[in-house]
């Protein structure tokens, strides 16, 4: 059975009865079956449940409402988000054999909207990496080349999209954890703005920095999927009250163009640091943006370098007392001990991988009496003007463009024993998460050398529509070229 | 700056057991990933750092409602160890 590639079609064919979402389900399990032996993007599939659902679904009346917008599309979901009753990991072993007891509001909202979640995926251990290495599990082969990393720390979701294995799939991107591995594997990843998809559900890294969002292969599905999971959520504390956009207003507006508007450039994201094949593939994307009307403007944002020590401090810190709570009492296998602080001490020596154990370490650094002035309130102010660089810049322009990765790809090991060389990976990325501004990463190569390249479109916070409409610009005019 | 002594006493604070030789790679690491982190303090002698912070927008709040959680024994049996409808730990008083 064959089924369209795209969530849009999928959805649509199942509404209108000419799929059934029981043989999009098959042909599922037979695409993931197919790419998982080269891939490995999954820590858990879960075929009954996926076939339950999709049998539930097809006794949904076709009356107009009652099937939703992802009505019978396949989703894999990142293995830090709670879909109730399945296993979570966070590809750390301290989570072995936990089951989240509750759904994410992301999960809801989807099921709501008539998906089918067929999986969890593979990922950095609690998000931490760039590589998908840290992962306690297994390692996640990019589908363009297998001696690739596919990037991190979504890089099990962003490989199974890139694999065909599924149309859609759930990230969460805390300082480019989306848009870095959806560059490398040659997809559509968006960052929401902070705030704007509620966080409930979402296993905590860096609270001030989190986010959930889609990878896709197509605009248009990352578009669906961020319309169906945002708007305001009263279990988030720190969700946006803003509505989300009408997904069919959005997919019309998506199809509008760019004409006029003014895209800044800032020579930052295409200079030192910046390997030359990105550097052409990025002028290319930047060219058909200028040939669809966009006016391209050179910008400066003089913190874009200081947005590394300012992200890793603080993200650290968060990380620290959010971790916190991994003692081996709630979740998890603990260790033995003769007294309960020895108990809490093994658990973690035992439960945490060494990437983790570091950023614990750096951030309770930073935080500890007698050097938290010079690192996590200097990292503070720090984050300030990295964000005052990008509200001066959107002054003068609408969107700003780059490049999302330093480089075209990451060889698997490269940088694993260089912890400082993985965190400059982010380098791109950090400042519009620092910033809580909206921020897709759109496959506009592929390189001399045949890599995925992505550009990153970085809005105005709130503006998700005018980034989706410029990544729709590209793909479309990529397409056409 | 980055000793072992303070690498240890972190460890201590982070609840984290480590071996002598993991504290010896972790204080390279740290120092390391530091001294590149030191590029911010370039920036405190700049006259920015006297501009005022940006504004922040306060986070909406909603009423402080107590609810009942459907969920609780799912919970418990995530623990390692629960009785009574308590998480269960060692004795931790005399």
Same mark, same amino acid.
């Given at each position: 059975?064959?089924?369209? *590639? ?5 959805? =649509?064919?199942? =509404? ?28 858990? +599939? ?10 539930? /679904? ?9 099937? #939703? ?5 396949? /989703? ?38 008539? $998906? ?41 979701? &962003? ?10 799939? /759930? ?15 040659? +997809? ?21 920095? *989190? ?15 961020? &319309? ?15 509505? #989300? ?61 200081? $947005?590394?020590?300012?992200?890793? !401090? ?23 001990? $003769? ?14 991988? =060494? ?17 938290? *002035? ?9 984050? *300030? ?27 698997? #090991? ?13 380098? !791109?990325?950090?400042?519009?998460? !620092?910033?809580?501004?909206? &921020? ?27 980034? !989706? ?13 | ?8 006493? @972190?460890?201590?604070?982070? %609840? ?22 030191? @590029? ?10 006297? %501009? ?43």
């Amino acid at each position: 059975m064959r089924i369209p *590639d795209t969530a849009v079609e999928i959805a =649509r064919r199942c =509404r209108e009865g000419s799929l059934c979402p029981l043989d999009v389900v098959e042909e599922t399990f037979a695409r993931i079956e197919a790419a998982e032996p080269s891939v490995e993007a999954f820590l858990h +599939v879960d075929r009954e449940g996926a076939r339950r659902r999709a049998k539930a /679904l097809i006794h949904q009346g076709p009356r107009s409402g009652e099937r #939703g917008l992802l009505y019978g599309v396949p /989703l894999a979901v990142k293995d830090n988000i709670c879909v109730e009753g399945s296993p979570l990991s966070c590809g750390s072993r301290i989570l072995e054999g936990y089951v989240a007891p509750y759904q994410a509001t992301v999960i809801e909202k989807i099921l709501n909207a008539g $998906a089918i979640v067929v999986g969890k995926t593979n990922m950095d251990e609690f998000a931490m990496g760039s590589s998908t290495e840290s992962s306690a599990y297994k390692n996640t082969l990019n589908p363009r080349g297998s001696d690739l990393s596919p990037g991190g720390s979504s890089g099990g979701s &962003a490989a199974a999209v890139a694999a065909g294995a599924v149309p859609l799939a /759930l990230g969460s991107d805390t300082g480019g954890s989306i848009r870095q591995p959806a560059a490398l594997c040659g +997809v559509v990843g968006l960052k929401p703005t902070y705030g704007a998809v509620s966080r409930y559900g979402l296993v905590a890294f860096a609270s001030s920095l *989190d986010q959930i969002g889609p990878l896709a292969a197509t605009v248009s599905d990352s578009a669906l999927l961020f &319309a169906v999971i945002a708007g305001p959520d009263q279990r988030d504390s720190t969700s946006r009250p803003d509505e #989300g956009p009408d997904s069919e207003d959005l997919l019309a507006a998506l199809e509008e163009g760019i004409e006029g508007l003014r895209i800044g450039v800032p020579a930052q994201y295409l200079s030192s640091g910046v390997q030359g094949e990105v550097v052409c593939c990025i002028e290319q994307g930047l060219r058909f943006l200028q040939s669809r009307g966009a006016l391209l403007v050179e910008i400066d944002l003089p913190h874009t370098a200081h $947005a590394i020590p300012a992200y890793y !401090l603080i993200a650290t810190s968060e990380a620290s007392s959010n971790l916190a709570r991994y003692d081996g009492v709630r979740y998890g296998p603990r260790a033995d001990a $003769a007294d309960l602080r020895g108990a809490y001490r093994a658990t973690r020596r035992r439960g945490f991988g =060494r990437e983790v154990i570091r950023r614990i370490m750096l951030g309770t650094f930073a935080l500890s009496a007698g050097y938290a *002035d010079d690192y996590y309130l200097e990292a503070l102010e720090v984050r *300030d003007l990295v964000a005052r660089d990008f509200a001066e810049a959107f002054e003068e322009v609408d969107l700003i463009a780059g490049a999302t990765t330093p480089a075209a790809r990451i060889g698997l #090991g490269e940088k694993t024993g260089d912890p400082l060389s993985m965190y400059l990976c982010d380098a !791109l990325t950090t400042p519009a998460s !620092l910033a809580g501004l909206p &921020a897709l990463s759109v496959p506009c190569g592929p390189s001399e050398n045949g890599s995925p390249v992505g550009l990153q479109i970085v809005g105005r916070a709130g503006d998700e529509v005018r980034v !989706l409409q410029a990544a729709r610009t590209v793909e479309r005019t990529r397409a056409s070229s | 700056m980055i000793r072992r002594d303070l690498i240890k006493q @972190i460890a201590e604070l982070a %609840h984290l057991e480590l071996t002598e030789e993991e504290i010896g790679s972790y204080t390279n690491d740290l120092r390391q990933i530091l001294d590149y982190f030191r @590029i911010i303090e370039e920036l405190a002698t700049e006259p920015t750092k006297a %501009h005022p912070p940006a504004e922040e927008s306060a986070p909406p709040l909603r009423e402080d409602v107590a609810c009942s959680f459907p969920g609780l024994a799912a919970l418990l049996a995530n623990a390692p160890r629960n009785r009574d409808g308590f998480f269960a730990v060692k004795k931790v008083i005399e």
